[in-house]
T-cell receptor, first 114, second 111 residues
């Protein structure tokens, strides 16, 4: 079955450490996205990529970095520069056409900074 | 940018109907989406509206008025499993899949 796989599901980090969240899709989608979800707030876009080897900053990119070396993979690194990294992180992918381009989401990664 | 407003929480009885409103302001509208999200899980797609009018899919319907910057999601014959957060999201022109999300409406279905 096609879908998006995120790992790990739960992650604990000490302050000052970088962590990398994995996101892999086998939907053959061109575009991939990282969103952050905090209680009482809408999903906020961190980074997105429309094609391999290219990505763009979203609304809250500071303290995060990404890479897109393969179409299937879009890992997110939460760096020590991110001041408040505890959150639920959602990866998504979509086609890019004149149609709906519905986002398909992964199951999420919950990061807690100790 | 966009401003997307939806109620924080709604409670309804099993078998009833609930209507979740969403208002938005955008510089260039190119589609409105509704997603369902159960606690701790991924959002799942419910509906997409780009033209004015009503889209019906089984127990769920979604309505759009572009001139009013308004949409609603109608859930009929509520079931306990419909207890979830419902997310309204808007796409601007030339944004491909990039969406701006509202904070979500938590629907609680009681027996």
């Amino acid at each position: 079955d096609g879908g998006i796989t995120q790992s790990p599901k739960y992650l604990f980090r000490k302050e000052g450490q970088n962590v990398t969240l994995s996101c892999e899709q086998n939907l053959n989608h061109d575009a991939m996205y990282w969103y952050r979800q905090d209680p009482g707030q809408g999903l906020r876009l961190i980074y997105y990529s429309q094609i391999v080897n290219d990505f763009q900053k979203g609304d809250i990119a500071e303290g995060y970095s990404v890479s897109r070396e393969k179409k299937e993979s879009f890992p997110l690194t939460v760096t020590s520069a991110q001041k408040n990294p505890t959150a639920f992180y959602l990866c998504a992918s979509s086609t890019q056409s004149s149609g709906a381009n519905v986002l398909t989401f992964g199951a999420g990664s919950r990061l807690t900074v100790l | 940018g966009q401003n997307i407003d939806q109620p924080t929480e709604m409670t309804a009885t099993e078998g009833a109907i609930v209507q979740i409103n969403c208002t938005y302001q955008t510089s260039g509208f190119n589609g409105l989406f509704w997603y369902q999200q159960h606690a701790g899980e991924a959002p799942t797609f419910l509906s997409y509206n780009v033209l004015d009018g009503l889209e019906e899919k089984g127990r769920f319907s979604s309505f759009l008025s572009r001139s009013k910057g308004y949409s609603y999601l109608l859930l009929k014959e509520l079931q306990m499993k419909d207890s979830a957060s419902y997310l309204c999201a808007v796409r601007e022109k030339d944004s491909w899949g990039k969406l701006q999300f509202g904070a979500g409406t938590q629907v609680v279905v009681t027996p």
